[in-house]
């Protein structure tokens, strides 16, 4: 039972659109919800992250989407540029249970020039 | 990467021999994680260290043992490698429940034949 769903698997976005990305989880004990972005070959590394207590952060081009009442999150990259094209994770977890983080099943991102 | 290495980087080995996967870091941080990574499936806990020889089970833990004597080292063994356990295999560290951020290590890819 995967506890943190994620969709879509894939997706393509022209130069300069904007990237959505959502997931869902359903145990509300969670207080903590990353974005994770991984290149091919390499680990992943975080990009932006958020807690239950706001609705939204925004750091540049990226922007994390948080509702509460609907225990669902997305990440909305702006302009996208094809040096964005990753792959795309997000988590959950809770502070004072060993920040054992639960991840989505990931979305291919390809930026089309 | 935040000094962690992984080693090795890639291993292919045949059904039945023990496998073991080493993480290092420089940090000097408490937590310690190994995640395996498979297509459709994210990122999954499999063990994780809360301190040197304190550890825990993750969601997929069958097969697999590991082993923290230092606080820079953590080992992640196979037993006995199936096919089913060829993945990718990544290391996460992280200084204390409070800051929640995980750093993850490069990788080993794991080809069990």
């Known amino acids: 039972q995967q506890q943190v769903k994620q969709s879509p698997q894939s997706l393509i976005v022209q130069k300069g659109g904007i990237s959505i990305i959502n997931c869902a989880y359903e145990?509300?004990?969670?207080?903590?919800f990353p974005w994770y972005q991984q290149f091919p070959g390499k680990g992943p590394a975080l990009l932006i992250a958020?807690?239950?207590?706001?609705s939204e952060k925004k750091e540049g081009r990226f922007t994390i989407s948080f509702n509460k009442s609907a225990k669902q999150f997305s990440l909305h990259i702006m302009d996208s540029q094809p040096g964005d094209s990753a792959t795309y994770f997000c988590?959950?977890?809770?502070?004072?249970?060993?920040?054992?983080?639960?991840f989505g099943s990931g979305t291919k991102l390809n930026v089309k020039p | 990467d935040a000094g962690i290495t992984q080693s090795p980087r890639h291993k292919v080995t045949e059904t039945g021999t023990p496998v073991t996967l080493r993480c290092h870091q420089t940090?000097?941080?408490?937590?310690m994680y190994w995640y395996r990574q498979d297509p459709g499936h994210g990122l999954r806990l499999i063990h994780y260290?809360?301190?040197?020889?304190?550890?825990d089970k993750g969601e997929v833990s069958d097969g697999y043992s590991v082993s923290r004597s230092k606080t820079e080292d953590f080992l992640l063994t196979l037993e006995s490698a199936t096919s089913s356990q060829t993945s990718v295999y990544f290391c996460?560290?992280?200084?204390?429940?409070?800051?929640?951020?995980?750093?993850f290590g490069p990788g080993t890819r794991l080809t069990v034949l």
């Open positions: 996460a560290i992280s200084e204390s429940t409070g800051s929640h951020e995980q750093f």
């Open positions: 145990n509300t004990a969670f207080d903590y």
């Open positions: 958020i807690r239950p207590d706001v």
């Open positions: 988590a959950a977890s809770i502070q004072y249970n060993f920040n054992k983080f639960y």
């Open positions: 940090e000097n941080h408490r937590y």
């Open positions: 260290s809360y301190g040197v020889k304190d550890t």
